[in-house]
Protein backbone atom coordinates (compact mmCIF):
# COMPACT_ATOMS: atom_id res chain seq x y z
CA UNK A 1 0.00 0.00 0.00
CA UNK A 2 1.07 3.26 -0.31
CA UNK A 3 2.44 6.46 1.74
CA UNK A 4 0.51 8.80 2.87
CA UNK A 5 0.64 12.15 4.61
CA UNK A 6 -2.27 14.41 6.14
CA UNK A 7 -1.29 17.24 8.25
CA UNK A 8 -3.17 19.67 11.17
CA UNK A 9 -4.84 19.95 13.93
CA UNK A 10 -5.47 17.11 16.44
CA UNK A 11 -8.00 17.84 18.68
CA UNK A 12 -9.77 16.99 22.02
CA UNK A 13 -13.55 16.59 21.32
CA UNK A 14 -15.62 17.65 24.66
CA UNK A 15 -19.06 16.10 24.13
CA UNK A 16 -22.46 15.58 26.57
CA UNK A 17 -24.06 11.70 26.60
CA UNK A 18 -25.96 11.29 23.63
CA UNK A 19 -28.43 14.13 22.84
CA UNK A 20 -27.94 16.22 25.85
CA UNK A 21 -27.51 19.64 25.69
CA UNK A 22 -23.97 21.15 27.41
CA UNK A 23 -26.02 23.19 29.50
CA UNK A 24 -27.35 20.35 31.32
CA UNK A 25 -24.49 18.38 31.36
CA UNK A 26 -22.08 17.55 34.77
CA UNK A 27 -19.30 15.58 32.10
CA UNK A 28 -18.16 15.62 28.83
CA UNK A 29 -16.87 12.52 26.78
CA UNK A 30 -13.21 12.80 25.37
CA UNK A 31 -13.10 12.23 21.62
CA UNK A 32 -9.86 12.95 19.89
CA UNK A 33 -9.93 13.95 16.30
CA UNK A 34 -9.57 16.75 13.37
CA UNK A 35 -9.88 16.99 9.94
CA UNK A 36 -7.00 15.54 8.54
CA UNK A 37 -6.43 13.42 11.72
CA UNK A 38 -9.85 11.65 10.61
CA UNK A 39 -8.23 11.17 7.30
CA UNK A 40 -5.51 9.60 8.21
CA UNK A 41 -7.64 6.97 10.31
CA UNK A 42 -9.46 5.88 7.49
CA UNK A 43 -6.29 5.81 4.83
CA UNK A 44 -4.80 3.67 8.29
CA UNK A 45 -8.35 1.56 8.21
CA UNK A 46 -7.73 0.80 4.17
CA UNK A 47 -4.48 -0.59 4.92
CA UNK A 48 -1.78 2.46 4.08
CA UNK A 49 1.05 3.71 5.40
CA UNK A 50 -0.64 6.64 7.09
CA UNK A 51 1.72 9.57 8.79
CA UNK A 52 0.15 12.09 10.46
CA UNK A 53 2.20 15.36 10.85
CA UNK A 54 1.38 17.84 13.58
CA UNK A 55 2.61 19.42 17.10
CA UNK A 56 1.41 18.42 20.37
CA UNK A 57 2.18 19.38 23.77
CA UNK A 58 4.56 16.25 25.72
CA UNK A 59 2.42 16.44 28.60
CA UNK A 60 -0.39 13.30 29.02
CA UNK A 61 -3.13 15.52 27.45
CA UNK A 62 -1.47 15.57 24.01
CA UNK A 63 -0.53 12.19 24.87
CA UNK A 64 -4.48 11.33 24.79
CA UNK A 65 -4.17 11.97 21.22
CA UNK A 66 -1.27 10.46 19.69
CA UNK A 67 -2.33 7.49 21.51
CA UNK A 68 -5.32 7.33 19.94
CA UNK A 69 -3.78 7.86 16.51
CA UNK A 70 -1.70 4.91 17.14
CA UNK A 71 -4.48 2.84 18.53
CA UNK A 72 -5.80 2.77 14.64
CA UNK A 73 -2.47 2.17 13.13
CA UNK A 74 -2.00 5.83 12.23
CA UNK A 75 1.81 6.72 12.36
CA UNK A 76 3.30 9.34 14.47
CA UNK A 77 6.98 9.56 13.29
CA UNK A 78 6.14 13.14 12.13
CA UNK A 79 4.36 14.54 15.04
CA UNK A 80 6.50 17.18 16.60
CA UNK A 81 6.22 17.58 20.74
CA UNK A 82 6.00 20.71 22.20
CA UNK A 83 3.97 23.87 22.59
CA UNK A 84 1.42 24.81 25.63
CA UNK A 85 -1.79 22.72 24.72
CA UNK A 86 -4.01 21.05 22.68
CA UNK A 87 -7.02 22.93 21.01
CA UNK A 88 -10.03 21.59 22.66
CA UNK A 89 -13.81 21.94 20.75
CA UNK A 90 -16.99 20.73 22.45
CA UNK A 91 -19.78 19.31 20.26
CA UNK A 92 -23.39 18.83 21.21
CA UNK A 93 -25.00 15.87 19.05
CA UNK A 94 -28.23 17.48 17.78
CA UNK A 95 -31.79 15.61 16.73
CA UNK A 96 -34.40 16.38 14.33
CA UNK A 97 -34.98 19.60 13.76
CA UNK A 98 -32.46 21.04 16.49
CA UNK A 99 -28.70 21.20 14.49
CA UNK A 100 -25.52 19.99 16.32
CA UNK A 101 -23.62 22.76 17.64
CA UNK A 102 -19.24 23.12 17.71
CA UNK A 103 -17.61 25.84 20.40
CA UNK A 104 -13.96 25.89 20.09
CA UNK A 105 -11.16 26.08 22.36
CA UNK A 106 -8.37 26.11 20.16
CA UNK A 107 -6.31 29.51 20.41
CA UNK A 108 -3.12 29.32 20.62
CA UNK A 109 -2.68 25.40 20.51
CA UNK A 110 0.69 24.07 19.61
CA UNK A 111 0.28 23.39 16.01
CA UNK A 112 -1.36 27.25 15.72
CA UNK A 113 2.29 28.39 17.33
CA UNK A 114 4.40 25.98 15.35
CA UNK A 115 7.40 27.23 13.15
CA UNK A 116 8.22 25.77 9.63
CA UNK A 117 11.93 25.47 10.56
CA UNK A 118 9.83 22.27 13.33
CA UNK A 119 9.58 19.93 10.44
CA UNK A 120 11.60 18.66 7.87
CA UNK A 121 9.35 18.53 5.09
CA UNK A 122 11.63 16.68 2.52
CA UNK A 123 12.34 13.87 4.37
CA UNK A 124 8.14 13.80 5.34
CA UNK A 125 7.37 13.95 1.55
CA UNK A 126 10.35 11.03 0.65
CA UNK A 127 8.91 8.40 -1.37
CA UNK A 128 5.10 9.47 -0.14
CA UNK A 129 2.39 8.21 -2.77
CA UNK A 130 -0.46 11.22 -1.60
CA UNK A 131 -0.11 14.40 0.57
CA UNK A 132 -3.51 15.61 2.06
CA UNK A 133 -4.38 19.07 3.24
CA UNK A 134 -7.87 21.12 4.53
CA UNK A 135 -8.35 24.34 4.77
CA UNK A 136 -9.31 24.32 8.55
CA UNK A 137 -5.10 24.02 9.26
CA UNK A 138 -4.23 27.78 7.40
CA UNK A 139 -7.36 28.92 9.07
CA UNK A 140 -5.60 28.43 12.46
CA UNK A 141 -2.88 30.82 12.28
CA UNK A 142 -0.61 32.86 10.04
CA UNK A 143 2.27 30.23 11.13
CA UNK A 144 0.17 27.25 10.63
CA UNK A 145 -0.69 28.64 6.88
CA UNK A 146 3.30 28.78 6.23
CA UNK A 147 3.56 25.28 7.63
CA UNK A 148 0.71 24.58 5.03
CA UNK A 149 2.47 25.86 1.75
CA UNK A 150 6.38 24.42 2.86
CA UNK A 151 4.47 20.53 2.78
CA UNK A 152 2.81 21.82 -0.56
CA UNK A 153 6.49 23.08 -1.93
CA UNK A 154 8.12 19.93 -0.54
CA UNK A 155 5.56 17.88 -2.09
CA UNK A 156 5.63 19.47 -5.43
CA UNK A 157 9.50 18.91 -5.49
CA UNK A 158 8.65 15.12 -4.53
CA UNK A 159 6.56 14.50 -6.97
CA UNK A 160 3.48 14.04 -4.66
CA UNK A 161 0.02 14.12 -5.49
CA UNK A 162 -1.65 16.85 -3.01
CA UNK A 163 -5.11 16.58 -2.32
CA UNK A 164 -7.30 19.68 -0.70
CA UNK A 165 -10.52 19.48 1.62
CA UNK A 166 -11.24 23.17 1.40
CA UNK A 167 -13.55 22.78 4.55
CA UNK A 168 -14.35 26.61 4.98
CA UNK A 169 -15.04 27.20 9.19
CA UNK A 170 -16.78 30.55 9.95
CA UNK A 171 -15.68 30.24 13.08
CA UNK A 172 -11.97 30.67 12.48
CA UNK A 173 -11.48 32.98 9.71
CA UNK A 174 -13.61 35.25 7.34
CA UNK A 175 -14.69 34.52 3.62
CA UNK A 176 -12.25 37.57 2.49
CA UNK A 177 -9.26 36.31 4.57
CA UNK A 178 -9.77 32.76 3.40
CA UNK A 179 -9.65 33.46 -0.42
CA UNK A 180 -6.87 35.51 0.03
CA UNK A 181 -4.63 32.32 1.71
CA UNK A 182 -6.35 29.63 -0.05
CA UNK A 183 -6.43 31.15 -3.69
CA UNK A 184 -2.60 30.83 -3.79
CA UNK A 185 -2.23 27.81 -2.48
CA UNK A 186 -4.60 26.46 -5.03
CA UNK A 187 -1.34 26.23 -7.48
CA UNK A 188 -0.04 23.05 -5.72
CA UNK A 189 -3.51 21.19 -5.65
CA UNK A 190 -4.00 17.92 -7.97
CA UNK A 191 -7.51 17.03 -6.43
CA UNK A 192 -9.97 19.34 -5.14
CA UNK A 193 -12.72 18.56 -2.88
CA UNK A 194 -15.32 20.88 -1.45
CA UNK A 195 -18.61 21.71 -1.44
CA UNK A 196 -20.71 24.65 -2.98
CA UNK A 197 -20.52 26.91 -0.25
CA UNK A 198 -16.64 25.93 0.46
CA UNK A 199 -15.70 26.93 -3.29
CA UNK A 200 -17.38 30.33 -2.95
CA UNK A 201 -16.31 31.04 0.57
CA UNK A 202 -12.57 29.83 -0.10
CA UNK A 203 -12.14 29.95 -3.69
CA UNK A 204 -15.34 32.45 -4.81
CA UNK A 205 -16.44 30.53 -7.22
CA UNK A 206 -20.37 30.19 -6.92
CA UNK A 207 -22.48 27.06 -8.74
CA UNK A 208 -25.30 27.38 -10.37
CA UNK A 209 -28.15 25.17 -8.02
CA UNK A 210 -30.18 25.85 -4.87
CA UNK A 211 -28.94 22.84 -2.56
CA UNK A 212 -31.37 23.84 0.42
CA UNK A 213 -33.94 23.13 -1.69
CA UNK A 214 -32.57 20.13 -2.96
CA UNK A 215 -31.94 21.52 -6.67
CA UNK A 216 -28.63 19.55 -7.26
CA UNK A 217 -28.67 20.08 -11.07
CA UNK A 218 -25.58 18.82 -12.45
CA UNK A 219 -24.74 20.90 -15.01
CA UNK A 220 -24.53 23.58 -12.60
CA UNK A 221 -21.76 22.08 -11.06
CA UNK A 222 -20.10 20.71 -14.45
CA UNK A 223 -20.29 24.83 -15.51
CA UNK A 224 -18.01 25.65 -12.21
CA UNK A 225 -15.94 22.64 -11.97
CA UNK A 226 -14.60 23.78 -15.98
CA UNK A 227 -14.02 27.06 -14.56
CA UNK A 228 -12.43 26.26 -11.43
CA UNK A 229 -9.95 23.77 -13.34
CA UNK A 230 -8.96 26.61 -15.98
CA UNK A 231 -7.96 29.13 -13.24
CA UNK A 232 -6.26 26.94 -10.90
CA UNK A 233 -4.95 23.43 -12.92
CA UNK A 234 -6.78 20.74 -11.07
CA UNK A 235 -6.45 17.40 -12.51
CA UNK A 236 -10.04 16.53 -10.63
CA UNK A 237 -12.45 18.71 -8.58
CA UNK A 238 -14.53 16.88 -6.43
CA UNK A 239 -18.37 18.36 -4.99
CA UNK A 240 -20.16 16.28 -2.01
CA UNK A 241 -23.77 17.02 -1.80
CA UNK A 242 -25.61 16.87 1.58
CA UNK A 243 -29.82 17.25 1.31
CA UNK A 244 -29.92 18.69 4.68
CA UNK A 245 -33.86 17.61 5.93
CA UNK A 246 -33.21 17.36 9.82
CA UNK A 247 -29.61 17.38 12.05
CA UNK A 248 -30.68 13.30 12.14
CA UNK A 249 -32.18 12.85 8.18
CA UNK A 250 -29.68 13.61 5.32
CA UNK A 251 -29.28 12.89 1.43
CA UNK A 252 -25.97 12.15 0.35
CA UNK A 253 -23.96 12.27 -2.57
CA UNK A 254 -21.12 13.35 -4.76
CA UNK A 255 -19.94 14.75 -8.30
CA UNK A 256 -16.62 14.42 -9.82
CA UNK A 257 -15.04 15.99 -12.98
CA UNK A 258 -11.52 14.84 -14.44
CA UNK A 259 -11.59 17.63 -17.43
CA UNK A 260 -13.61 14.67 -19.94
CA UNK A 261 -16.20 12.92 -17.90
CA UNK A 262 -18.22 14.13 -15.64
CA UNK A 263 -19.74 11.48 -13.37
CA UNK A 264 -22.24 11.35 -10.41
CA UNK A 265 -22.20 9.25 -7.59
CA UNK A 266 -25.61 6.93 -6.34
CA UNK A 267 -27.06 8.78 -3.68
CA UNK A 268 -27.73 7.41 0.01
CA UNK A 269 -30.39 8.53 1.87
CA UNK A 270 -28.78 8.66 5.85
CA UNK A 271 -32.04 8.46 8.31
CA UNK A 272 -31.04 8.07 11.17
CA UNK A 273 -28.01 10.01 11.54
CA UNK A 274 -25.11 9.10 14.79
CA UNK A 275 -22.81 11.42 14.35
CA UNK A 276 -22.23 13.29 11.18
CA UNK A 277 -19.07 15.19 12.37
CA UNK A 278 -16.45 13.67 10.58
CA UNK A 279 -18.53 12.85 7.79
CA UNK A 280 -16.70 15.23 4.63
CA UNK A 281 -12.96 14.11 6.32
CA UNK A 282 -14.37 10.16 5.36
CA UNK A 283 -15.17 11.04 2.33
CA UNK A 284 -11.69 12.66 1.71
CA UNK A 285 -10.33 9.37 2.99
CA UNK A 286 -12.28 7.40 0.90
CA UNK A 287 -11.92 9.33 -2.20
CA UNK A 288 -7.79 8.94 -1.40
CA UNK A 289 -7.69 5.37 -1.15
CA UNK A 290 -10.38 5.09 -4.26
CA UNK A 291 -8.26 7.15 -6.33
CA UNK A 292 -5.18 4.76 -5.43
CA UNK A 293 -6.56 1.46 -5.51
CA UNK A 294 -8.71 2.28 -9.22
CA UNK A 295 -6.53 4.83 -10.96
CA UNK A 296 -8.24 6.17 -13.84
CA UNK A 297 -11.16 5.47 -12.70
CA UNK A 298 -12.68 8.32 -11.36
CA UNK A 299 -16.06 6.65 -11.14
CA UNK A 300 -15.07 3.48 -8.62
CA UNK A 301 -13.31 5.96 -6.74
CA UNK A 302 -16.27 7.90 -5.85
CA UNK A 303 -18.78 5.44 -5.20
CA UNK A 304 -16.36 3.99 -2.69
CA UNK A 305 -15.88 7.83 -1.06
CA UNK A 306 -19.75 7.74 -1.07
CA UNK A 307 -20.16 4.92 0.65
CA UNK A 308 -17.50 4.89 3.04
CA UNK A 309 -18.90 8.31 4.23
CA UNK A 310 -22.23 7.17 4.60
CA UNK A 311 -21.21 4.44 7.10
CA UNK A 312 -19.56 7.16 8.82
CA UNK A 313 -22.66 8.69 9.82
CA UNK A 314 -23.77 5.63 11.66
CA UNK A 315 -20.58 5.98 13.94
CA UNK A 316 -19.73 7.72 16.94
CA UNK A 317 -16.86 9.85 17.35
CA UNK A 318 -14.69 11.72 14.73
CA UNK A 319 -12.95 8.81 13.17
CA UNK A 320 -14.12 6.45 10.42
CA UNK A 321 -13.87 2.80 11.95
CA UNK A 322 -15.02 1.10 9.09
CA UNK A 323 -12.95 -1.71 6.94
CA UNK A 324 -12.80 -1.58 3.08
CA UNK A 325 -14.42 -4.60 3.02
CA UNK A 326 -17.62 -2.79 4.36
CA UNK A 327 -17.66 -0.06 2.33
CA UNK A 328 -17.21 -2.32 -0.74
CA UNK A 329 -20.35 -3.95 0.51
CA UNK A 330 -22.27 -1.10 1.40
CA UNK A 331 -21.09 0.21 -2.94
CA UNK A 332 -22.32 -2.90 -4.31
CA UNK A 333 -25.29 -2.24 -2.89
CA UNK A 334 -25.81 -4.16 0.55
CA UNK A 335 -27.50 -1.70 2.41
CA UNK A 336 -30.02 -3.45 4.32
CA UNK A 337 -28.26 -3.25 7.54
CA UNK A 338 -29.20 -7.42 8.26
CA UNK A 339 -26.80 -9.25 11.18
CA UNK A 340 -23.95 -10.60 9.57
CA UNK A 341 -23.72 -13.70 10.62
Not at 134 to 158: F, L, Y
Not at 298 to 321: C, I, P, R, Y
Request: proline share 3%; with cysteine; net charge negative.
Amino acid sequence: MAKVITLGEIMLRLSPEGNNRFIQSDSFRVIPGGGEANVAVSLANYGHDSYYVSKLPKHEIGQIAVNALRRYGVKDDYIVRGGDRIGLYYCETGASMRPSKVIYDRANSAIAEAEVSDFDFDKIMEGASWFHWSGITPAISDKAADIVRAACEAARRHGVTVSVDLNFRKKLWTSEKAISVMRPLMKYVDVCIGNEEDAELCLGFKPDADVEAGNTDAEGYKGIFTRMMKEFGFKYVVSTLRESYSATHNGWKAMIYNGTEFYQSKRYDIDPIVDRVGGGDSFSGGLIHGMLKYPGDQGSALEFAVAASALKHTVNGDFNMVSEAEVLSLAGGNANGRVQR
